[in-house]
């Protein structure tokens, strides 16, 4: 059964901006579904058409059931939104926060007070619930704000960017609970990332989005495997400039007919070799490189990762764009100077 | 009914709110004191003025004042009220919400009542106060109830107003810009601190202009029902106005909320 199925789901901006172009994609009930892509992708987009903040200007989708332009009162109650920015208010108590939204989803007073309990002790808040938010670390706040889209215990959560800005141990906190809710409480997850070990670690599947469109999907594992073999990540130099262009423009004409060279890539001022055996393909590349007396800076070798997908499709890392603010705009420049 | 009960859960978190910031109880009570105290006393020599004036023969400033003192509060009061609804947006409280099955109208309605109770309970304050300091209110105690309902209906038109804003501009610059632009003149363009009227103290221009400002149709009602009696043609004027100023202000914010928050 499936718990979201779009067709054609499209939204643009003023400023003929197609923050979400045409896309199609099905999650199937008890998944996590991972919605992967760098900042400005058009995730956040596609969860508030989802959850009926916003009407998409074509397209539609089902949700739990039901179209999002016919019956959006209905989805609203079948669903939980978690959204990037820590919605709880400060000058209320934990308890306070949870109750307020127990009657937004219309539950009953005894079944509010019943669930309170059962969610502080589930996102490991017991003991804080008559504490002024205010006084919760950021970790306590997302796990609050988790809960109260728990509260009436929807089918479906939409969580936007759960663990953005919260430090590495609260972030594993995070994912267990998330893998937690899925496989123990059998809740459908959709969840929008820009970080690919969340993804790689949580997701049953995965659709990586780029300029509001999906480039790819399937499970990480199928993802990774269409890569195939190793990668040798090639660094001329620290800084990017001239010099290094030209480097890896000669170092990618020496490797490119070498049989043992599967693609080449060049990335953010790296060059990605693709290769059936690392172990063996790295020393041989150093020869042929010694031999044009090209100077390597550092050689790495790894198994692809879900970057590798991305920067296959696209061109680019996504962990190069992380912290970087680049707007729709430029990466449509550069797209289209391409 | 969601909607009553989505309005008194709501309700009572933003009253709750706002009596766990202490400055704002302090300052909200303390502020009308001093306008009452340094009012009066810096125009204290203006009442013997009033003499000439018909209707206010032997009338102190304080006793002109007082009734000016409540709508002042009321006005600067509720116009701030859309600062909450900011801090909503800001804090993404208000998206949050949105996605759940709440009532849409409960959202706006539940900040205008709220901002409506801290009024009473600021009025009530003002009266007594101005008793204690002399004030004869000679409708007595039906005549505040009375005052209470024309200054809700201006309060409930500037909460709206001031809501829609919030909405309409999602930052707190040109709100605080629109409300400093229009508090204070329109407390200058109405009867409030001077009296109006043909034997009143307001240039000619001033008192045409006043009789478009519904501060202006406030003060005149209460000031009635404090220093006259009911005066039934200016009440009911004061009523109608404002009923039709708190419409336009709730139409705004409705449209506004429409518009703006889904």
């Not at chain 1, 949870?98 to 002790?121: A, N, P, S, W």
């Not at chain 1, 170092?251 to 070498?258: G, P």
């Not at chain 2, 006005?75 to 009220?81: E, H, Q, T, V």
Request: hydrophobic fraction near 45%; glycine fraction near 8%; aromatic fraction near 8%.
């Amino acid at each position: 059964m499936s718990v979201i199925e779009t067709s054609q789901l499209t939204k643009v901006f003023p400023g003929n901006i197609r923050a979400v172009d045409s896309i199609d994609f099905e999650v199937k009930a008890g998944e996590i579904f991972g919605f992967l892509g760098p900042n400005g992708a058009g995730k956040t987009t596609t969860i508030k058409m989802l959850n009926t903040l916003i009407r998409p200007t074509s397209g539609t989708a089902v949700v739990t059931g039901f179209d999002i332009l016919k019956n959006p009162a209905v989805i609203r109650k079948n669903i939980g939104y978690v959204a990037q920015d820590v919605g709880v208010d400060e000058y209320a108590t934990g308890r306070e926060n949870l109750t307020l939204y127990g009657h937004f989803y219309r539950l009953d007073g005894r079944t509010i007070k019943q669930r309170v309990k059962e969610i502080f002790e589930l996102v490991d808040l017991a003991g804080f619930e008559d504490k002024r938010v205010s006084t919760y670390s950021g970790g306590m706040r997302k796990r609050l704000d988790i809960a109260m889209g728990l509260i009436h215990q929807p089918q479906l959560i939409f969580l936007d960017e759960p663990t953005v800005g919260l430090d590495p141990q609260t972030r594993t906190h995070i994912w267990d609970y998330i893998h937690n809710l899925a496989k123990v409480m059998g809740v459908t997850i959709f969840l929008t990332t820009h970080y690919m070990e969340e993804a790689d670690h949580l997701a049953d599947r995965i659709a990586i989005i780029d300029l509001g469109k999906i480039i790819a999907m399937g499970t990480p594992n199928e993802l990774k495997e269409a890569i195939g073999g190793d990668v040798i990540i090639l660094t001329p130099c620290e800084t990017g400039d001239e010099q290094c262009d030209e480097f890896i423009r000669k170092t990618q004409s020496v490797l490119a007919d070498k049989p043992f060279v599967l693609r080449t890539q060049p990335a953010d001022g790296e060059l990605a070799v693709y290769v059936n055996k690392g172990e063996s393909a790295a020393p041989n590349i150093m020869r042929l490189l010694a031999k044009e007396g090209i100077e390597v800076e550092s050689l790495s070798v790894s198994r692809p990762s879900l970057d590798d997908v991305f920067l296959k499709y696209t061109g680019r890392t996504i962990r190069a764009q992380e912290g970087t603010a680049t707007t729709y705009a430029q990466i449509k420049r550069k797209r289209d100077r391409r | 009914m969601y909607l009553l009960n989505d309005i008194r859960v709501q309700v009572i978190r933003h009253l709750k709110t706002l009596f766990r910031i202490r400055v704002w109880i302090f300052i909200s009570l303390v502020q009308p004191i001093i306008w009452l105290v340094l009012f009066t006393q810096v125009f204290d020599s203006l009442g013997q003025s009033f003499a000439i004036i018909p209707g206010l023969e032997g009338v102190s400033y304080l006793q002109f004042f007082a009734p000016g003192v409540v709508v002042m509060t009321v006005l600067f009061g509720s116009a701030w009220a859309g600062m909450g609804m900011l801090q909503d947006i800001d804090m993404g409280i208000l998206s949050k919400m949105l996605a759940t099955p709440v009532t849409r109208a409960s959202i706006i309605t539940s900040r205008v009542l709220a901002s409506m109770v801290m009024l009473v309970i600021q009025a009530l304050i003002i009266f007594t106060i101005a008793v204690i300091m002399g004030v004869d209110i000679v409708t007595g105690v039906p005549g505040v109830l009375f005052s209470i309902v024309i200054i809700c209906l201006l309060g409930l038109g500037f909460a709206a107003f001031s809501n829609g804003l919030a909405l309409l501009f999602r930052r707190p610059e040109p709100l605080m810009g629109v409300i400093n632009f229009i508090a204070l003149p329109t407390v200058f363009m109405s009867s409030t601190m001077m009296p109006g009227g043909p034997d009143g103290f307001l240039p000619g221009w001033l008192d045409t202009v006043r009789q478009f400002n519904p501060v202006d149709y406030a003060v005149v009602g209460v000031r009635d029902l404090v220093l006259s009696g009911y005066i039934w043609s200016d009440l009911w004027r004061a009523i109608l106005i404002l009923a039709a100023w708190a419409t336009a202000g709730i139409v705004f914010g409705t449209l506004m909320f429409r518009a703006k928050a889904e």
